[in-house]
């Protein structure tokens, strides 16, 4: 399987960016889709962004327009580029993975805060 680390979460005002990184390790080749998810106080969790090997993406439409994500294959990496913050876009950001070896798994990153301050 593969171990997931998130970094790039902090404190910022609305209006403002961030930018989420995702490293991952272990057994990266197998991975197939990797994404981000988020979850607020008090909410289930949620998703923000996928993007395959392939590079096809898909956004949550509360997100549209405002977030980007990219992977760099090579450092085995996914970023998540975040604009025109809102305070509502608040929660703990997970990275997430999914792929297949023998068997197919699913992994997550410990979580990293995001705060929009209004």
């Known amino acids: 399987q593969v171990q997931l680390v998130e970094s790039g979460g902090g404190l910022v005002q609305a209006g403002g960016s961030l930018r989420l990184s995702c490293a991952a390790s272990?057994?990266?080749?197998?991975?197939?889709?990797m994404g981000w998810y988020r979850q607020a106080p008090g909410k289930q969790r949620e998703l923000v962004a996928t993007?395959?090997?392939?590079?096809?993406?898909n956004y949550a439409d509360s997100v549209k327009g405002r977030f980007s994500i990219s992977r760099d294959n090579a450092k085995n990496t996914v970023f998540l580029q975040m604009h025109s913050l809102k305070p509502e876009d608040t929660a703990v950001y997970y990275c997430?993975?999914?792929?297949?070896?023998?068997?197919?798994?699913?992994?997550w990153g410990q979580g990293t805060q995001v705060t929009v301050s209004s």
């Open positions: 997430n993975a999914n792929g297949q070896l023998w068997f197919a798994y699913e992994s």
């Open positions: 272990g057994s990266t080749f197998s991975i197939n889709v």
């Open positions: 993007i395959t090997n392939g590079g096809s993406t």
